[in-house]
């Protein structure tokens, strides 16, 4: 087959790091079946959105996306429309009805099958392919075409989610909790770190902190780090996802002892009102919070502490909200998202009396974030004039000696940089650099 002759396929990733392995797996799989892989549909034989239908705005613009390629195919630029992943998962057949020019959906267990479904959508037959109780598990058998920067890689130790959290559609989406055999997670680690010399592993989940419980009903990640550690020698592996319900002991003195893993905990709390926390089903209280923060703080030196809060989740009044900025306040968060509460059909918490108005949980987040924004500045602050080993992310593209980077308290995309002035740095490589300066979210330094 000449390259002329090659099919074009071009995917859109939406959506968080779970997402992006997926489409990865996709990828690899589409260039197996002797797809060019292209990053402009136009001219595409296929065009891919591997979508989120996780919360209102991110099914917004997974649906825009799919609206703008609907356009280029009505054009005449694209052959054929995939919808793929979360939004497919959940709205198969509204997706089909009501925009027309989409050939196949397939959901978050049926996507690996897309390859072999093109040529029967470009013979002129609609596909629609979505399990009801996704199950599919990827391991370290899929091949991943990277769409991360070569220095760093995501690893999904589990899919699917149990905790059944009465305002999400995870387990509607991706379906229980399913974790990966320990020696599937290391034989892919090891690959990734011989084959694209990765410098920062990055372990995901939709709860990481419940891996294993689903095999025996023992927790497994404390001993899935120990035995990565040696196989990263010379990288850092980075914990995203934890749930303070599922926080042991062990895990603490894990992360504390393990060196080369970041001294960074991702850790959702979503509110620390009891009544609320208890809506939710979150199964924790206020106060294991407040304790598990304690221990954290004590028994992890150099701890980075990250978290997410909802604001406006059904009857949240101004005392329970102000509640949570007192906490927000006190707690001194070094990184914090916040999210407006969406209604989710299909949840529990859709249901539930008290639900507050836009403009209400607009104006939530609003001071959640300014209350945030000085913590972290201050916070900040008390980097100045010290070292810090980081990993260099890329060059400036405006050119001569400037460089973003991230020290072990930052993960990529969702977190501050570090502007560094430097030369002979190169992506990818570790330097010590000294804070010469700190914003409300990064900082700036010289390499050392």
């Keep these: 087959m000449t390259k002329s002759d090659m099919k074009k396929a071009c995917l859109l990733s939406l959506g968080c790091p779970r997402n992006l392995l997926d489409s990865e797996v996709l990828l690899s799989l589409l260039e197996k079946k002797g797809f060019g892989i292209v990053e402009d549909p136009e001219g595409a034989d296929v065009a891919i959105v591997n979508t989120c ?12 996306v799919i609206l703008q390629l609907a ?33 196949g959906v397939f959901g978050t267990s049926d996507f690996t099958r897309i390859p072999a479904a093109v040529d029967v959508m470009l013979s002129g037959r609609r596909v629609r392919e979505v399990t009801a109780d996704p199950h599919f598990l990827y391991d370290h058998e899929y091949a991943r075409k990277m769409l991360t920067p070569p220095h760093y890689a995501y690893l999904k130790i589990q899919e699917g989610c149990s ?16 974790s990966r055999r320990a020696e599937s997670v290391i034989e892919e680690a090891r690959r990734l770190k011989s084959e694209h010399g990765i410098k920062e592993l990055i372990l995901i989940g939709q709860d990481t902190t419940s891996f ?14 120990r035995d990565l550690s040696p196989v990263m020698k010379d990288a850092w592996i980075r914990l995203l996802y934890t749930h303070p319900a ?12 393990t060196a080369n893993l970041c001294k ?25 919070v407040r304790g598990l923060l304690e221990k954290l703080r004590t028994g992890i030196n150099g701890l980075t502490l990250r978290t997410t809060v909802i604001v406006g989740f059904p009857g949240e009044t101004d005392r329970e909200f102000g509640e949570l900025v007192d906490f927000l306040e006190e707690a001194r968060f070094d990184r914090l998202g916040a999210f407006l509460y969406s209604r989710e059909e299909g949840t529990p918490a859709a249901g ?22 000085k913590i972290s500045a201050e916070n900040n602050r008390k980097y100045l004039d010290k070292r810090v080993k980081a990993l260099v992310d890329e060059k400036d593209p405006s050119g001569g000696d400037q460089f973003t980077g991230r020290g072990q308290m930052d993960a990529p995309e969702v977190d501050g940089v570090i502007y560094i002035k430097g030369k002979g740095l190169n992506a990818g490589e570790f330097t010590d650099v000294r804070i010469t300066g700190a914003m409300e979210y990064d900082l700036i330094g010289e390499a050392v």
Excluded: W
């Design 53 to 64: 239908g996780f919360i209102e705005d991110a099914k917004e613009e997974s649906v825009n």
């Design 71 to 103: 356009a280029l195919k009505k054009e005449g630029k694209i052959k054929k429309l995939v919808a793929a992943g979360c939004l497919a998962q959940r709205y198969p057949r509204k997706l089909m009805e009501k925009i027309t020019e989409i050939d």
């Design 212 to 225: 294993g419980l689903d095999a025996d009903g023992k927790p497994g990640l404390s001993g899935l780090i």
């Design 163 to 178: 905790n059944r959290c009465t305002y999400c559609v995870i387990p509607q989406l991706k379906g229980p909790r399913r």
């Design 264 to 288: 960074y905990v991702d850790l959702p709390i979503q509110h620390i009102n009891d009544k609320l926390l208890q809506k939710m089903n979150r199964r924790v209280t206020g106060s294991r």
């Design 246 to 257: 599922h926080f042991t002991d062990d895990l603490i003195d894990t992360i504390a002892d």
């Design 352 to 373: 539930f009396k008290g639900q507050v108005p836009r403009k209400v949980r607009e104006e939530r987040f609003d001071e959640i974030m300014k209350v945030q924004q």
